[in-house]
């Protein structure tokens, strides 16, 4: 919900291979919107409420937040003056990160991370990031992305998912991150055309078992089941944004046909997608 967003067109400018930090006033957004980020925001004063993944979830200040912005998402409240602080990091950036499989998986699945508490001290060191983004020159913004990597790592650490976490973290090799990416990059690119695994791998130029095995290794699902919740977070999108039929929403998202994104849909979200537009329209 930054100033690289277009939140009245649900679209970002900004590239998704880029991590920014940014600082500015939070308020209400007409309509969601999405990037391929995975999304930390730190409100210092008041709070605010999100409408994401088709629930409300509460912002208090001093508590940082974290989530992948894939999913559509939108500001339906907000105190007068709140001001935020907002990380940007490259999905490829969280992968690379030494972070459980089923976390991982979880945050992907629509997870909305809240962090249980913070100090003065801790919040004035988030605060900084801004500023030293903005202007503190390459060895200071090296400083400030190290500084983000840990402090998600906490976050997530500190986060009880609902589902069991792994006690030891994977070893990843770059060559698994890199497959990973290539794939992530190619779904985002080509959701809505009739992808197979196979097909994939060989636009990504790798065996198609080594690309699952790595896929699984990073991600902790399969190639398939990360393009089918990318093609449901493009599809929420749709469904919040704009008026056009449930069936072109489908058939445009790779589902083939409304009864298969009926059945997906509602698995994953445990609503229609008529619900779920309803639910994200003004009362």
């Given at each position: 919900?930054?100033?690289?967003?277009?939140?009245?067109?649900?679209?970002?400018?900004?590239?998704?291979?880029?991590?920014?930090?940014?600082?500015?006033?939070?308020?209400?957004?007409?309509?969601?919107?999405?990037?391929?980020?995975?999304?930390?925001?730190?409100?210092?004063?008041?709070?605010?409420?999100?409408?994401?993944?088709?629930?409300?979830?509460?912002?208090?200040?001093g508590?940082?937040?974290?989530?992948?912005?894939?999913?559509?998402?939108?500001?339906?409240?907000?105190?007068?003056?709140?001001?935020?602080?907002?990380?940007?990091?490259?999905?490829?950036?969280?992968?690379?990160?030494?972070?459980?499989?089923?976390?991982?998986?979880?945050?992907?699945?629509?997870?909305?991370?809240?962090?249980?508490?913070?100090?003065?001290?801790?919040?004035?060191?988030?605060?900084?990031?801004?500023?030293?983004?903005?202007?503190?020159?390459?060895?200071?913004?090296?400083?400030?992305?190290?500084?983000?990597?840990?402090?998600?790592?906490?976050?997530?650490?500190?986060?009880?998912?609902?589902?069991?976490?792994?006690?030891?973290?994977?070893?990843l090799?770059?060559?698994?991150?890199?497959?990973?990416?290539?794939?992530?990059?190619?779904?985002?690119?080509?959701?809505?055309?009739?992808?197979?695994?196979?097909?994939?791998?060989?636009?990504?130029?790798?065996?198609?078992?080594?690309?699952?095995?790595?896929?699984?290794?990073?991600?902790?699902?399969?190639?398939m089941?990360?393009?089918?919740?990318?093609?449901?977070?493009?599809?929420?999108?749709?469904l919040?944004?704009?008026?056009d039929?449930?069936?072109?929403?489908?058939?445009?998202?790779?589902?083939?046909?409304?009864?298969?994104?009926?059945?997906?849909?509602?698995?994953?979200?445990?609503?229609?997608p008529?619900?779920?537009?309803?639910?994200?329209?003004?009362?």
């Amino acid at each position: 919900m930054g100033n690289e967003s277009t939140a009245s067109e649900g679209k970002w400018i900004g590239s998704p291979r880029d991590f920014t930090v940014e600082r500015h006033v939070a308020d209400t957004m007409i309509s969601a919107h999405w990037h391929d980020h995975i999304e930390i925001n730190l409100l210092l004063e008041g709070s605010m409420t999100y409408l994401f993944n088709g629930k409300q979830e509460y912002v208090e200040a001093g508590r940082m937040v974290l989530f992948w912005a894939a999913i559509p998402h939108q500001t339906i409240f907000v105190t007068p003056e709140s001001p935020l602080v907002c990380v940007y990091l490259p999905l490829v950036d969280f992968l690379a990160l030494p972070i459980d499989a089923a976390s991982r998986q979880a945050v992907l699945q629509g997870a909305f991370v809240n962090e249980a508490g913070a100090s003065s001290g801790t919040i004035n060191v988030r605060e900084r990031w801004a500023d030293e983004w903005l202007v503190g020159g390459s060895a200071r913004q090296q400083l400030v992305k190290d500084e983000v990597s840990i402090v998600v790592r906490r976050l997530i650490l500190d986060h009880t998912f609902d589902r069991p976490v792994m006690a030891s973290n994977p070893r990843l090799s770059g060559s698994e991150i890199r497959y990973t990416q290539l794939l992530t990059n190619l779904i985002g690119q080509r959701y809505g055309e009739a992808l197979t695994l196979a097909a994939m791998a060989k636009h990504a130029n790798v065996h198609s078992t080594t690309a699952s095995r790595a896929f699984r290794s990073v991600l902790g699902i399969s190639v398939m089941e990360y393009l089918t919740r990318y093609r449901l977070a493009r599809a929420m999108q749709r469904l919040a944004e704009t008026d056009d039929s449930i069936l072109d929403i489908a058939d445009d998202c790779g589902f083939g046909s409304a009864a298969r994104f009926y059945e997906v849909f509602k698995r994953q979200t445990g609503m229609t997608p008529r619900h779920f537009r309803v639910s994200t329209r003004p009362r």
